[in-house]
């Protein structure tokens, strides 16, 4: 997928830029990771609070149809059999959501300018944490302040066994949807890398983070947030959004032959998070901050992750779990 996209609004900067596989890139295993690597990105940053007209703009040429249709396409040519047919229709279903996109740009957001994006995200997720469908896992599933710490501390424990951490200039949570879905964007991405160039026991060990994060954490609260979020939104873009995350978290799930226990509604009994001495988590996409340097040339855009080991930044993607 040829695309211009430069997130100057995603969650978090990096300043490792991350070289582009170089070899078997007609393989089948490294195109599914590419893609899947580019989906999780796209999804990720449809739902930052937008800071300037760049994503605007992205909708309203098009290319956030058409780097979606572009992806779904690869992935669905080069799935061969992974996930059996359940991961099959759910890129099928991928397809009609991206389908709905491409009418309601035309439909709508052609005309929008930035503060008609930026009154419809607020009138959504609000200025502040909204208990209606809050993009922060540690309310979901924990009504407890010490179960919300434990589970943030499990998630910045995946951040830091690959060597990246939440840019210092970002005013953003580690549990934020954003932030989750741009690590999982990382993680698919170094696992191309990694088939291209490190073997198959370092790529097992990507592959396997991948799966224990969808198990563990996306998996079990992100399709409870995109019920909510449907709710919320009830019609445009988030709506749609809400949709399209709801058919991925199925596919990644079929995909990846994992089995998350999701959170029903009977589950949802947020606690208010406190941080544990010494850190904070704030939030809010829309605060100042969100500048960013690039990360994936080959991708076209920018990730929230700090490379803590500068100097292997010429041997690619940092860090082992």
Not at 62 to 84: H, I, K, N, P, S
Not at 251 to 278: I, K, L, S, W
Not at 282 to 293: R, V
């Amino acid at each position: 997928m040829a695309s211009n996209l430069s997130v100057s609004n995603t969650a978090v900067a990096s300043v490792a830029v991350l070289p582009a596989p170089t070899a078997l890139k007609d393989s089948p295993a490294v195109e599914r990771a590419l893609n899947r690597s580019k989906l999780y990105l796209l999804i990720s940053w449809s739902l930052l609070y937008p800071e300037d007209e760049e994503f605007l703009d992205y909708l309203r040429s098009g290319e956030f149809v058409e780097d979606g249709r572009a992806a779904l396409d690869t992935l669905r040519a080069m799935l061969d059999g992974q996930g059996g047919e359940r991961a099959a229709q759910k890129l099928d279903a991928l397809k009609k959501q991206v389908d709905l996109a491409e009418a309601l740009v035309a439909s709508e957001c052609s005309n929008w300018q930035l503060s008609d994006l930026q009154s419809e995200h607020r009138r959504v997720f609000s200025n502040v944490i909204t208990l209606d469908c809050p993009p922060y896992e540690t309310l979901f599933g924990n009504d407890h302040v010490f179960a919300q710490s434990h589970v943030m501390g499990d998630i910045a424990g995946f951040y830091k066994a690959f060597g990246v951490e939440l840019s210092k200039d970002i005013h953003e949570r580690l549990d934020h949807l954003s932030v989750e879905f741009e690590f999982m964007h990382f993680l698919a991405y170094k696992e191309s890398f990694s088939r291209c160039h490190d073997g198959a026991e370092k790529t097992q060990i990507v592959v396997d983070a991948q799966k224990k994060f969808v198990k563990n954490h996306i998996g079990r609260w992100v399709p409870l947030f995109c019920r909510m979020l449907a709710k919320k939104a009830d019609s445009g873009l988030f709506k749609l959004v809400a949709d399209m995350t709801a058919e991925w978290m199925e596919f990644e799930a079929a995909y990846m032959g994992v089995a998350p226990q999701p959170y029903t509604e009977t589950d949802y009994r947020p606690a208010t998070f406190n941080a544990p001495e010494g850190q904070t988590y704030e939030c809010g996409a829309q605060d100042q901050g969100n500048e960013l340097s690039l990360l994936l040339n080959e991708v076209g855009a920018q990730s929230f992750m700090d490379a803590k080991d500068k100097d292997k930044e010429e041997k690619g993607p940092v860090g082992t779990i």
